[in-house]
């Protein structure tokens, strides 16, 4: 059952925009709520079970789960038919249909559903951070400038199931790269609030959605009760190429849901290969130096006018993790070591196996050298770690998207 003032409200997406989060009141019904906690209590206790039976010995009797600072549930691994609403949740009108109509886009998809639960050890603060690792994605202010032009393609939820003060922001910051003075208090220390910083007060049932690239804070993980869902979707059809491109889950857990959840989560996977279908002809134009298939397969990735580089430099990450991959020499590696290995390159199994088997080890290596130029200007002079941002130490350039590089200069470096 949707909630009226919710699922038919007025969405503020300006609000968004200008303040990188937007605060929804009320999100979940009482009765739905109830329903929601027992479910998650019964796959907490199942998931603590089979991380105390596969603890590793230097962990504690409860293993994994015992020693985390924020233990997750992963909802596709851990449902069952009793909790399965728990999946069902993150395709109604108040999460999914909230999240295409604030994006804009043609059609959207689930990328993880989670439980972010209370530890059973007093872990304290995390550090400030945006979800941005300059190693994985297009350099900060790339990716600022195509969500300001063309708005987001990728939101996150927390949504409350107790009230929870944990999540801290800075209002506006997803707009900008790190002040000094933010970069002076993330240096001396990150772990306490930042000047302009503020706790996002959610009580039960209330949810906040936002946009990674903000700057937010995990401000004390307590054993004080927390189950906050904690839900992503990105954007197909967008005028760029989604800054989360990925998904955590695979195809074949679906199959054990009720017929119109399943139909969902198969356009969602038809959606999923649908994109790596392109990015494969991309790659394929690229080795064969196909100039024009380059282009129109970039045209339909990124359709806007604006910002084609910031997709391109995507792109190159893609690349470079196919050549690490393909130079792992797995073939001879008993299976689940194979998807371990794979699983460390890319969150879904199913679509790096799909992309990189289309290619031969000869072909990646000529795709990554098209890319080589590019790549070494994203690059600084030394290695540095950037306060703020993910992934430690790097060279690549945090902020700044190259100079006076545009498409047509990437494809007369090939």
């Not at 449902?79 to 069902?88: K, S």
């Not at 290995?341 to 879904?348: D, I």
Request: charged fraction near 20%.
């Amino acid at each position: 059952m949707e909630h009226p003032s919710i699922a038919h409200t007025r969405l503020d997406q300006q609000q968004l925009l200008d303040n990188g989060y937007l605060v929804l009141r009320n999100l979940i019904v009482p009765s739905q709520l109830e329903h929601l906690r027992r479910s998650i209590e019964t796959m907490v206790e199942q998931r603590k079970t089979l991380s105390a039976a596969n603890r590793q010995p230097n962990e504690p009797p409860g293993g994994a789960w015992e020693v985390s600072a924020q233990p997750r549930l992963k909802f596709e691994e851990d449902f069952d038919e009793a909790t399965v609403n728990t999946i069902e949740f993150c395709l109604q009108e108040n999460t999914l249909g909230i999240s295409q109509r604030l994006m804009g886009a043609p059609e959207t998809a689930v990328t993880y559903m989670a439980c972010l639960c209370s530890p059973m050890h007093d872990h304290g603060p995390a550090g400030w951070h945006r979800d941005v690792a300059p190693a994985q994605l297009a350099p900060l202010r790339g990716l600022q400038m195509n969500t300001l032009t063309y708005g987001p393609t990728y939101l996150q939820w927390n949504i409350a199931l107790y009230d929870d003060s944990v999540f801290w922001v800075v209002p506006g910051s997803h707009r900008r790269v790190t002040t000094e003075a933010e970069n002076g208090q993330l240096s001396d220390n990150p772990r306490v609030p930042l000047p302009g910083g503020t706790p996002v007060e959610l009580q039960a049932g209330d949810g906040v959605v936002y946009t990674h690239l903000l700057l937010h804070w995990g401000s004390n993980y307590s054993t004080t009760l927390r189950r906050t869902i904690h839900v992503g979707y990105r954007a197909f059809g967008a005028q760029w190429f989604s800054v989360v491109h990925w998904r955590h889950w695979e195809p074949m857990f679906f199959h054990r849901l009720s017929s119109p959840a399943r139909q969902k989560f198969e356009m969602f996977n038809h959606l999923f290969e649908g994109e790596f279908d392109l990015i494969a002809s991309i790659f394929r134009a690229m080795i064969d130096r196909d100039n024009e298939a380059f282009e129109v397969g970039l045209r339909r990735l990124h359709p806007g006018e604006k910002g084609w580089m910031v997709s391109v430099v995507m792109l190159s990450k893609l690349a470079f993790k196919m050549q690490r991959f393909t130079h792992l020499a797995t073939e001879n590696l008993p299976p689940d070591e194979r998807i371990r290995r794979l699983s460390e390159q890319w969150p879904s199994v199913h679509d790096f196996d799909r992309l990189v088997g289309r290619f031969s080890s000869s072909d990646v290596d000529q795709l990554c050298q098209r890319f080589r130029t590019l790549d070494e200007k994203l690059k600084l002079n030394t290695m540095q770690e950037v306060v703020g941002l993910q992934g430690g130490e790097t060279q690549y350039n945090p902020h700044n998207m190259p100079a006076d590089f545009e498409v047509d200069d990437f494809i007369a470096s090939w």
